[in-house]
C-alpha cells in the first residue's frame, strides 16, 4: 500500500497569509495526486485534482504542485472560509490512499 | 442538482450487519465509478471501497476485505454498502463519493455521510 505523509499536521495563519502543505508519497504516484477541503461536520470537497487541476468553482488561491513522491497545497491570501482539515489522497492505485491530514487554523 | 445522498446507518452489535444505501440524482450515475469512504469519530478520512461504472471491478481496504460488499443497480442510480462481521472499530461516518472520471481524478461529488455505531 503507498503510504501518504502530510506535514505540518496542524498550522495557524493570518487571514492574507499564504500557506503550504505538504504530502510525500511512500512511492512515485505520476501525478496522480488529488486535494480536498473539510470543514467540521461537512463532506470532504475535491479542490485539486491531478496534482495541479483546479476543481470547477474553486477559487484560483489555491494551487498544487509536485512530481514523484513530493507534492504541495498552496493557498494564497487566506480567507476566513479557507481554515479547515484539508487531505491529500494518491489516486495511483488500489488501494486509494489518504494523508492524515492538516488542520488549518487561525492565528 | 448533482447528488448523491446515503441512508442505512444506525447502532448495532458486533458481529452483526448493516446495509448502506446511496441514492445518486442530477448525473448519468451508471457512467461513473463509485466509492465508500469512512471517518471515524475525530479521525481522518479511510477509503472503504470502489465499483466501476460497469460493475465489472471492485476493490475493497484490507481493512473490511471479506467482510463488506460493495454493489450497485444502475437502473435504480443506487449505490450499496452490506457490511457483515461488524466490529468495534468499524464506527464511523461513511461517505458516498463519486469519481470525476476514471479513479485517477479523484472523487468530485460526496454525500453528508450516514453515521454507523458498533456497539454492545
Known amino acids: 500500500d503507498i503510504r501518504m505523509t502530510q506535514s505540518p499536521s496542524s498550522v495557524s495563519a493570518s487571514v492574507g497569509d499564504t500557506v503550504t502543505i505538504t504530502c510525500r508519497a511512500s512511492?512515485?504516484?505520476?501525478?496522480?495526486l488529488a486535494w480536498y477541503q473539510q470543514k467540521p461536520g461537512k463532506a470532504p470537497k475535491l479542490l485539486i485534482y491531478?496534482?495541479?487541476t483546479l476543481e470547477s468553482g474553486v477559487p484560483s488561491r489555491f494551487s498544487g504542485s509536485g512530481s514523484g513522491t513530493d507534492y504541495t497545497l498552496t493557498i494564497s491570501r487566506l480567507q476566513p472560509e479557507d481554515f479547515a482539515t484539508y487531505y491529500c489522497?494518491?489516486?495511483?492505485?488500489?488501494?486509494?490512499?489518504f494523508g492524515q491530514g492538516t488542520r488549518l487554523e487561525i492565528k | 442538482e448533482v447528488q448523491v445522498v446515503e441512508s442505512g446507518g444506525g447502532l448495532v452489535q458486533p458481529g452483526g450487519s448493516l446495509r448502506l444505501s446511496c441514492a445518486a440524482s442530477?448525473?448519468?450515475?451508471?457512467?461513473?465509478?463509485m466509492n465508500w469512504v469512512r471517518q471515524a469519530p475525530g479521525k481522518g478520512l479511510e477509503w472503504v471501497s470502489y465499483?466501476?461504472?460497469?460493475?465489472?471491478?471492485?476493490y475493497y481496504a484490507d481493512s473490511v476485505k471479506g467482510r463488506f460488499t460493495i454493489s450497485r443497480d444502475n437502473v435504480k442510480n443506487s449505490l450499496y454498502l452490506q457490511m457483515n462481521s461488524l466490529r468495534d472499530e468499524d464506527t464511523a461516518v461513511y461517505y458516498c463519493?463519486?469519481?470525476?472520471?476514471?479513479?485517477?481524478?479523484?472523487?468530485?461529488?460526496w454525500g453528508q455521510g450516514t453515521a454507523v455505531t458498533v456497539s454492545s
Open positions: 463519493a463519486k469519481g470525476r472520471g476514471a479513479f485517477h481524478y479523484g472523487m468530485d461529488v
Open positions: 442530477g448525473f448519468g450515475f451508471s457512467n461513473y465509478d
Open positions: 465499483i466501476s461504472s460497469s460493475t465489472s471491478t471492485m
Open positions: 512511492q512515485g504516484i505520476t501525478n496522480w
Open positions: 491531478a496534482t495541479a
Open positions: 489522497q494518491q489516486a495511483y492505485s488500489f488501494p486509494l490512499t
